[in-house]
């Protein structure tokens, strides 16, 4: 028995070639823009809340607690405080307008809801580690007053990452983490 050897002639090399280059071509169609690398570049933010954000986030601390209920469409601020023997509790409920997500990830972003005053307020979020962890507070203007604007589409316009760290996040910007308490 004896065998051939295989060669390949110019045109059969051309039509390999060409095929493998439309080949290398359609795996990278499709590619994220931003190099895979997670910064962003070329990302574009669908407003989706991450469901890893859905549940109760609670931080307590000497002599109070501070709690985040979010759900799909509403997010309950619960935080009680003791000061020289008396508590302090306060609970508002919001209801959620639109996300802003800071990377595609969904691990940091901004929730504006409405408040029961009609306003829109901001609530920010970071390091988000879904059912563990989550840097979460309420956005105010650097003198502690609040933020809050009349309709959505201020809202929108003024809360943007690039405005972030002028409308402060309490524990979002500089505090504790609150736990993941669902079970």
Not at 27 to 36: E, V, Y
Not at 82 to 106: A, Q
Request: charged share 20%; aromatic share 12%; glycine share 10%.
């Amino acid at each position: 028995m004896s065998h051939k050897p295989c060669v390949f002639s110019s045109k059969t090399f051309r039509a390999a070639f060409g095929v493998a280059l439309v080949f290398a071509a359609a795996l990278f169609t499709g590619c994220p823009t931003d190099g895979g690398d997670g910064d962003g570049g070329g990302w574009v933010d669908d407003h989706i809340l991450n469901n890893a954000l859905i549940g109760t986030w609670t931080y307590t601390y000497e002599g109070g607690y501070d709690t985040y209920e979010i759900t799909r469409t509403q997010i309950t601020h619960k935080m009680s405080y003791t000061d020289e023997g008396t508590e302090y509790p306060s609970t508002e409920t919001h209801n959620r307008s639109y996300v802003i997500n800071f990377n595609p990830h969904k691990t940091a972003g901004g929730i504006i809801v409405e408040k029961t005053s009609g306003k829109y307020a901001i609530i920010w979020f970071k390091d988000l580690e879904p059912q563990k962890q989550v840097l979460i507070g309420d956005g105010y203007n650097e003198d502690y007053s609040d933020c809050a604007v009349d309709t959505i589409d201020e809202a929108i316009a003024k809360f943007t990452p690039e405005n972030a760290s002028k409308y402060l996040g309490g524990s979002a910007q500089k505090g504790s983490p609150q736990q993941w308490v669902n079970p």
